[in-house]
T-cell receptor, first 115, second 109 residues
Framework: DAGVIQSPRHEVTEMGQEVTLRCKPI?????LFWYRQTMMRGLELLIY????????DSGMPEDRFSAKMPNASFSTLKIQPSEPRDSAVYFC?????????????FGPGTRLTVL | DAKTTQPPSMDCAEGRAANLPCNHS???????VYWYRQIHSQGPQYIIH???NNETNEMASLIITEDRKSSTLILPHATLRDTAVYYC??????????FGAGTTVTVRA
């Protein structure tokens, strides 16, 4: 299994530009999570999906952030317009409910720098 | 969610056991204790979790006190690759994990 795949691994953009982060969860997993990690705030949950449906988006910082999951194998996190304070590492994780180790598997992250 | 308290850092000698403490005095009866770790520049990695009984897997052992107010993660034979930040999280489930500052563990040769 390839694990959770995220792209791009690094993104540098200028303030005001649109940024799209992509995630492919582990096949067969029915939960998908988006996290953000910064030095100041640590690792924070932004939103999570169950069977492609957003369940809890209370962690999404503001309307500039949006997330979609059009099918079971793909999700995007979009920031429009981006701001320097959005600079962070964004992680995607997936989970399969049930079983002894029904826990989250994290991707390698996307390091976003907004200039 | 119950709040957890972990020491900010600890050192461990390679080949020795590493014992990582976690206090969770306000834990509820249906809350599990989860441990994750994050190696530098990587995503967090699940280690182990438990409710009441001690647990062991190929990575570590989890010892939970009888009153469940504290627990200890044990890495039986620490290697340099175990250098990471270790997070103790208490939750009913792991749908909304909230990662605190964790314990930075440095394994020294």
């Amino acid at each position: 299994d390839a694990g959770v795949i995220q792209s791009p691994r690094h993104e540098v953009t200028e303030m005001g530009q649109e940024v799209t982060l992509r995630c492919k969860p582990i096949s067969g997993h029915d939960y998908l999570f988006w996290y953000r990690q910064t030095m100041m705030r640590g690792l924070e949950l932004l939103i999570y999906f169950n069977n492609n449906v957003p369940i809890d988006d209370s962690g999404m910082p503001e309307d500039r952030f949006s997330a979609k999951m059009p099918n079971a194998s793909f999700s995007t996190l979009k920031i429009q317009p981006s701001e320097p304070r959005d600079s962070a590492v964004y992680f995607c994780a997936s989970r399969k409910r049930g079983g002894r180790t029904d826990t989250q598997y994290f991707g390698p992250g996307t390091r976003l720098t907004v200039l | 969610d119950a709040k957890t308290t972990q020491p900010p850092s600890m050192d461990c000698a390679e080949g020795r056991a590493a014992n990582l403490p976690c206090n969770h005095s306000t834990i509820s009866g249906n809350e599990y204790v989860y441990w994750y770790r994050q190696i530098h520049s990587q995503g967090p990695q699940y280690i182990i979790h438990g409710l009441k009984n001690n647990e062991t897997n190929e990575m570590a052992s989890l010892i939970i006190t009888e009153d469940r107010k504290s627990s200890t993660l044990i890495l039986p034979h620490a290697t340099l690759r175990d250098t990471a930040v270790y997070y103790c999280i208490v939750r009913v489930n792991d749908y909304k994990l909230s990662f605190g500052a964790g314990t930075t563990v440095t394994v020294r040769a």
